[in-house]
């Protein structure tokens, strides 16, 4: 699919209207692909180094949820200019960055994401101020389990999810919608290394195994506005990455200075116990979360 063009790298009223009517748009091109290279390779450098250095939690933790809170190459990658001009043209002028996350299916793996609605557990309501912006840093094809997408299924409310807890799941509850979505229905988003797509916490979406030769990873930011709300949980935090928070509703977090500092690391723990708190509630099983 020829990647959307943008004016100024900003998205015109026919991208927002797109974006609203499907609840979803891509592919944007972003950056050059030696540039997604450069992020894979800071990954990369991150997975030789850090995997046997007694990090407090295993490292695939830190990688699948709030990587922006202990990795400064992931915070500074989400305040680029080129990812927020694009969000602005949903959010607005005013964005705080909420989880960054990395979703890894390594070469001929049966991992998969099911069918699910992201907001089922956050917290945060059926909102519509939320985006996320999910970056290729490999490419994301039907053989590397791209993700699938139901469009316009934004426009339900939260759906009754089912707990499966499979390990195959990359969710941490390997929650599933309970609808059943035809073949038919779904859109598939493939991307190449360097473009990004953008999705509304309402969709229904997914992905299946990674039959390729390649990694496929997923570089993915959870953007919101600063009116929206932690609902269910005490408190929630989020990272100021454009404009001004006027609302005050979460609890600021900093971009690291270095990679797991002592004081990352502590803030880290704080906001993973809170939201686990929030993301486990009502849950059938007790797991740590992505532990
Ligand atoms: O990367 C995937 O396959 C799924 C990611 C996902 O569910 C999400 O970004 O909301």
């Not at 990795?71 to 680029?80: N, S, Y």
């Not at 390594?106 to 059926?126: F, I, R």
């Not at 949980?233 to 900093?254: I, K, N, Q, Y």
């Amino acid at each position: 699919m020829a990647a959307i063009s943008l004016e100024n790298g900003r998205l015109g009223s026919a991208e927002q209207e797109q974006y609203w009517s499907s609840g979803f748009l891509f592919p944007i091109k972003l950056m050059e692909a030696d540039v997604a290279s450069d992020a894979r390779a800071a990954l990369e450098a991150v997975e030789r180094d850090w995997l046997d250095a007694g990090l407090p939690l295993p490292l695939n933790t830190y990688k699948r949820i709030n990587a922006h809170v202990v990795m400064p190459f992931v915070a500074e990658l989400a305040r680029a200019p080129a990812i927020l001009d694009v969000v602005e043209g949903v959010l607005g002028p005013d964005i705080l960055l909420y989880s960054a996350e990395f979703f890894v299916k390594e070469p001929k793996t049966s991992h998969v994401v099911s069918m699910h609605q992201d907001l089922t557990y956050w917290g945060l309501g059926a909102i519509d101020g939320l985006v996320t912006a999910w970056l290729a840093l490999s490419p994301a094809t039907p053989e590397s389990g791209c993700m699938d997408f139901v469009a316009g299924s934004h426009k339900n409310p939260i759906l009754p999810h089912e707990d499966t807890f499979d390990a195959n799941n990359l969710l941490s509850r390997g929650q599933e919608v309970r609808v059943d979505v035809e073949e038919g229905d779904k859109t598939r988003i493939e991307l190449q290394p360097g473009e990004m797509s953008l999705h509304h916490g309402l969709i229904i979406h997914g992905s299946g195994p990674n039959v390729s030769e390649d990694r496929r990873i997923g570089c993915v930011f959870r953007f919101i506005r600063p009116d929206m709300r932690q609902e269910v949980g005490a408190r929630d935090f989020a990272m100021l990455v454009r404009g001004e928070d006027r609302f005050g509703h979460f609890t600021p977090v900093p971009p690291p200075k270095r990679l797991f500092s002592p004081e990352s690391l502590a803030l880290y723990d704080e906001i993973r116990a809170e939201q686990a708190k929030t993301m486990m509630k009502g849950a059938s099983a007790s797991v740590a979360l992505y532990g």
